[in-house]
């Protein structure tokens, strides 16, 4: 099998680089090693920069987020039991974000992608990436259980955090950045309405960090912030409701629904940067080169920025047939993955119960909180970067 480039990993970052090449007419094969119903399954994000969706109506996608999307001109902030909103519209010069799952945009990229007759190799087993120092680069891998090798120009590692791309690049050409955070996130799903359905509301509490989100008018996505030791068998339903009432402010708590769950994990927190993103031939993209803790929602739209940027820089090498693109994108992308880096571990500290820090964590953070609602420069500052800095930053 041959093709121009090949695409590791059919999350996210993988299959809008698919569908953005494909617009270029630039030929590409994705090899998955779960199956369709499996990818799908993952809840994770759910709130989208305008970037992103500018990036998904580029690659011809938009029109689920478009139909579907619920456009969030606000922001709350909940701390010493009281409710602030930052009006993102407003600070910004009229941006906003969208609240749109993560399963909404991997099925609708999927569907495109069959509709579209593109090759996608799902349940590959033992991937491996060869050659990408020179310019013969190859993907082996085992499908119906037969080896096969796919010959390409490029390889894109877009295959997560714990992918074979990031791994197969020799220890001494990479440098890797990481801090983890002493707590977990305890994630609910559930057919309730959400109880601030114009408004993600993050809440900093003594008892811990909180944070109201949507999937839709029907369907609601809380966390709250849980020790790491705990196994998810220890919150019932019932426990975790009563929790998170106790993290908002009495108004938001009064109006919370509350319903059986239907998906409930626990997901650690982490940054993680690895430079540069570029070896030869193989580019990384998404969680394969990055990974920031949740707090700031910018893991799924920096997945997508590095794409736009890594297919705008393809497009070039193949159209104008300049290096330049190429030889940019990790320089280019960095820049901006530096940013909201930045942002997320500070928003993480900002909300979160800290346990080195106790009582003076928390009204260090409440004065902090305070001057934020109050300062025009500081809540503007909070908004640029939570819809989302300029591509080109
Ligand atoms: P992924 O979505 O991880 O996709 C990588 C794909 O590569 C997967 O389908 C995987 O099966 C495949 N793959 C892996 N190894 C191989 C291999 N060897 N061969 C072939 N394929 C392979 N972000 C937020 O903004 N808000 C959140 O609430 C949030 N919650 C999260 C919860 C969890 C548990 C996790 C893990 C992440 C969460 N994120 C969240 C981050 C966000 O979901 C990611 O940033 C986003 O999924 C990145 O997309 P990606 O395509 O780069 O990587
Ligand atoms: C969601 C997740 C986040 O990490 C966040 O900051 C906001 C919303 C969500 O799952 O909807």
């Given at each position: ?125 033992n991937v491996s990436v060869h050659d990408f120092d020179g310019l ?258």
């Amino acid at each position: 099998m041959r093709t121009q480039v090949a695409i590791i990993g059919a999350g996210p970052s993988g299959l809008l680089l698919g569908a953005l090449l494909h617009k270029a007419g630039i030929a590409n094969v994705i090899i998955e090693r779960q199956s369709p119903d499996y990818v799908l399954g993952r809840i994770r994000a759910g709130i989208l920069e305008q970037t992103t969706v500018d990036a998904m109506v580029e690659a011809g996608v938009g029109a689920g987020v478009g139909r579907e999307g619920i456009v969030h001109q606000h922001l709350d902030l909940v701390f010493k039991n009281q409710h602030h909103a930052i009006d993102l519209h407003r600070l910004t010069g009229g941006k906003v974000v969208t609240a749109y799952g993560q399963t909404e945009v991997t099925r609708d990229l999927m569907e495109a992608r069959t509709a579209s007759g593109q090759t996608t190799v799902y349940q590959a087993g033992n991937v491996s990436v060869h050659d990408f120092d020179g310019l013969h680069p190859q993907v082996r891998f085992e499908a119906n259980g037969q080896s096969q090798v796919l010959d390409c120009d490029f390889i894109a590692g877009c295959d997560g955090f714990h992918g074979v791309c990031r791994a197969s690049v020799p220890k001494n050409a990479i440098h890797e950045f990481e801090k983890v955070y002493p707590f977990g996130w305890l994630g609910v799903l559930s057919d309730t309405p959400p109880v601030s359905p114009h408004a993600i509301i993050y809440a900093n509490s003594e008892r811990g960090f909180a944070l109201c989100s949507m999937r839709s008018m029907t369907r609601s996505r809380y966390y709250v912030q849980c020790a790491l030791t705990d196994p998810v068998d220890a919150w019932s339903d019932a426990r975790f409701w009563t929790e998170l009432k106790s993290r908002l402010d009495p108004a938001t708590a009064e109006r919370l629904v509350t319903g059986p769950s239907i998906e409930k994990s626990i997901a650690p927190l982490r940054s993680f940067v690895a430079e540069p993103m570029r070896f030869g031939r193989l580019f990384l993209a998404g969680d394969a080169a990055h990974i920031v803790p949740p707090t700031g929602a910018k893991g799924l739209n920096l997945a997508a920025s590095d794409v736009r940027m890594l297919s705008q820089a393809l497009g070039e090498f193949y159209t104008e047939k300049s290096e330049a693109g190429i030889d940019g994108y990790s320089e280019r992308a960095l820049r901006r993955v530096w940013r909201a880096e930045r942002f997320s571990w500070w928003m993480t500290s900002l909300l979160h119960r800290f346990p080195d820090t106790e009582g003076f964590g928390q009204r260090v953070q409440e004065a902090e909180l305070e001057y934020l609602v109050q300062s025009q420069a500081a809540s503007t500052a909070l908004a640029e970067n939570y819809v989302g800095l300029p591509l080109q930053g």
